[in-house]
């Protein structure tokens, strides 16, 4: 599956933005897909992640409340609405995707475990 994030952006703090993520090149809903990002001079980091066909979903618990992953699987899209952001979400953001399955779904919080990555898209948060 190939990815193509998209949707960043420079916003105030306390604003929103919805990313978007592009799938194309296998069957989209079979993959467990994800939301991770990486602050500048820090290493990258889950933010979310739904299974196939969107039975379920994980949060960074920091993010909880705040941030929304959701697919739609017959249009091959992945999304992420971000609300109430904060000068610390400034990051580039990246859509993964991997057949994760039951199996391997309690690690979906790991990038380790996503073959397929997006591009990354920027979001800057100023205050």
């Known amino acids: 599956v190939q990815l193509q994030a998209c949707g960043g952006g420079q916003v105030q703090a306390g604003g929103s933005l919805r990313l978007s993520c592009a799938a194309s090149?296998?069957?989209?809903?079979?993959?467990?897909v994800g939301w991770f990002r990486q602050l500048p001079g820090k290493e990258r980091e889950f933010v979310a992640a739904?299974?196939?066909?969107?039975?379920?979903?994980y949060y960074a618990d920091s993010l909880k409340g705040r941030f929304t992953i959701s697919r739609d699987d017959e249009k091959n899209m992945l999304y992420l609405e971000m609300n109430n952001l904060k000068p610390e979400d400034t990051a580039v953001y990246y859509c993964?995707?991997?057949?994760?399955?039951?199996?391997?779904?309690?690690?979906?919080?790991?990038?380790?475990?996503?073959?397929?990555w997006g591009q990354g898209t920027q979001v800057t948060v100023s205050s």
């Open positions: 090149g296998s069957t989209f809903s079979t993959y467990s």
């Open positions: 993964a995707a991997d057949r994760l399955g039951p199996s391997r779904w309690g690690s979906s919080y790991d990038d380790q475990e996503y073959e397929f």
């Open positions: 739904i299974s196939w066909k969107g039975g379920r979903t």
